[in-house]
């Protein structure tokens, strides 16, 4: 049987069929359907954790306890399980446990390029990586194998586009794989110093038996062509490869770590020139080269952004027929924005009003620093904020330039269960003071509004325990907390100058839902009086997407309005009325 799958559920779909009991994940693009659809299949226990490094410790039990687990998260998220990843690999695998990294070259939803390979070379992992939504399925599977049989976990890299295209896939049914159950063993499982350095022993002897898999793996396999050129490549830069280059010798690498070295050396004995196609790092290219081996890569191909046909074929100057890049010099610019009516909108108008110095996290909201709310100072990574903050403070406490009560740190509500609240802790703890934000809208927005601690929602669709924002930073010991109405711009500003004027720390609650979310109720939209509009532009300053200006007026979309009147608020000259909800 056959079905057409985007890679992500290619990967789900192979998990099920190999038996998989357990898999956890927090959400990150692009790697946040796969969970989604393992919700989906009721043999496998599936859930949503506070964070990546969870995530991976659940599955890590799991494995403990003989059972099959699977970790999902996007490349980031394996610097926040970078702690545990590494002592897993001393550790190994009593049931069979994959760790999938979705990279995402050219950065469509990231704060950075990097190429999770390397990661499985540091940690002395075997890493797979699938070239479509099939061989995602399959390579699932594969990885499953691989860490039982090897007594160790397994990296699966995706890339955006192996995540989110959709190819066929050949479906076959599920293998029911018993849970082993649990046996104390003191020497593999608690990496004292003592065990560890035996345990290290382990994991170098298991990396050369893994170097001689690869070089006899079937799925590095070596597509015969044309002696005179040859290429090595990997992932969906296969996919161009064959494209690009028809009649080239390919040796596709399945299983880029360990380093197929005796592969790699006969391959490249049967080619009269040797080309090394990937993307981002020279991770392949830099192995081939340890070998003694001429080939040519990065001085040609661009280690930034993701490749396509066009790219490679211009990287050797073969023609192809498509241009390398669009030419957009044309087009108006379209920055990103928040939604009409999202109710994160007050709060950044108002700290751009203020002119306070704001330290931003990583979700929607990060669209606060853009034009025309221009609120957020800096973004660093997630949970990044408080510390920032508090940071700032402590560098500039003696200096007489800065308004240290206006330094003030924001943060959504799963970001702050995600990992703000360590932030926060230390910040408590140390004697710092200042000004917390959280941008509380009730969801995990920016990946998709899965749930997390605070709503209580769980991904299997059963009750979960809500965890009560306030009452967490009340256990902390801060006092100091305040819910504010996000579309309450008067009350926004009269808390926050309050706020930043104590001596103490404080915390500051902008609730209201995601206007995305199913159940959000709109109100009546909002027009423009074009009699009393005077074109000044103020209501643009809120940057709401369903508000422009034409014919020397003011205009609201009826259809994108939410009713939330801010754009109203600010009206000068009370242009802006609200539709009478008949």
């Known amino acids: 049987m056959k079905e057409v799958m985007m890679g992500n559920e290619a990967v789900a779909r192979g998990a099920w069929e190999a038996g998989l009991h357990i898999a956890a994940a927090y959400p990150g693009t692009p790697s946040s359907e796969i969970l989604e659809y393992m919700s989906k299949y009721t043999e496998i226990y599936s859930e949503w954790c506070t964070n990546e490094k969870v995530s991976l410790e659940v599955a890590t039990g799991a494995s403990f306890a003989g059972a099959r687990a699977l970790v999902a998260l996007k490349h980031v998220g394996l610097n926040v399980a970078a702690d545990p990843l ?76 192996i995540s989110h295209t959709r190819t066929v896939v050949d479906l076959e049914e599920r293998v029911e794989i018993p849970v082993k159950g649990y046996k104390k063993d003191f ?20 990396t050369n038996k893994l170097k001689e898999f ?69 991770f392949i290219e830099g192995q081939i080269r340890e070998l003694g081996i001429k080939v040519e890569g990065k001085e040609k191909v661009p280690m930034v952004l993701e490749l396509n046909p066009g790219r490679v074929a211009y990287s050797f100057d073969k023609d192809f027929g498509n241009p390398v890049e669009v030419d957009v010099s044309d087009l108006p610019p379209r920055a990103p924005a928040l939604c009409p009516g999202c109710p994160h909108t007050g709060f950044f108008y108002t700290a751009n009003k203020l002119k306070l110095i704001v330290t ?86 920016m ?52 706020e930043i004027e104590r001596d103490d720390i404080s915390v500051v609650i902008v609730r209201g839902p995601c206007v995305l979310i199913p159940d959000f109720e709109r109100k009546a939209y909002y027009y423009v009086d074009e009699d009393k509009c005077t074109a000044c532009t103020l209501c643009l300053k809120v940057g709401c997407p369903a508000i422009s200006v034409k014919d020397d007026s003011a205009r609201i979309d009826k259809y994108l309005c939410t009713g939330c009147s801010l754009c109203a608020q600010i009206c000068s000259f009370d242009a802006i009325v609200q539709k009478e909800d008949k």
């Not at 020497?187 to 298991?206: D, G, Q, S, T, W």
């Not at 309450?488 to 009269?494: C, F, G, H, N, P």
């Open 86 to 161: 590494f002592s897993l690999s001393y550790i190994g695998a009593t049931g069979g446990i994959v760790i999938v990294t979705a990279d995402d070259p050219s950065m469509h939803s990231s704060q950075n390029e990097q190429d999770n390979r390397h990661y499985a070379r540091a940690a002395k992992i075997p890493v797979l990586e699938p070239s479509d939504s099939d061989e995602a399925r399959r390579f699932t599977k594969l990885a499953l194998e691989m860490s039982e049989e090897f007594d160790t976990p397994v990296l699966l890299r995706l890339t955006t586009r």
């Open 187 to 206: 020497n593999k499982r608690v990496i004292l110093p003592m065990n560890a350095r035996k345990l290290h022993y382990k994991v170098e002897e298991r």
């Open 214 to 282: 690869g070089s006899n793996f079937v799925e590095n396999r070596i597509e015969e062509g044309s002696a005179e050129l040859g290429i090595i490549t990997d992932s969906v830069a296969y996919q161009y490869v064959k494209e690009v280059f028809p009649d080239a010798s390919v040796l596709k690498l399945a299983m880029p770590w360990p380093f197929p070295d005796e592969l790699v050396k006969k391959f490249a004995s049967s080619v009269s020139r040797l080309l090394c196609v990937e993307e981002n790092e020279p």
């Open 360 to 445: 931003g996290d990583i979700g929607c909201y990060t669209l606060g620093a853009l034009p025309p709310l221009n609120a957020i100072d800096t973004c660093v990574e997630m949970g990044a904020s408080i510390p920032n903050a508090y940071g700032i403070q402590l560098a500039l406490k003696n200096s007489r330039d800065t308004d240290l009560k206006k330094v003030v740190g924001v943060i959504g509500d799963s970001t702050f269960f995600h990992s703000g609240i360590t932030g926060l802790i230390n910040t408590y703890y140390n004697g710092g003071i200042g000004t917390i934000v959280i941008v509380d809208n009730s969801t995990t927005a």
């Open 447 to 498: 990946t998709g509004h899965q749930g997390h601690p605070g709503t209580g929602k769980t991904l299997m669709g059963t009750p979960g325990r809500k965890v009560d924002i306030v009452q967490l930073i009340k256990g902390i010991g801060i006092e100091n907390i305040c819910i504010v109405d996000p579309y309450d711009l008067d009350k926004i500003e009269e808390v926050l100058k309050r």
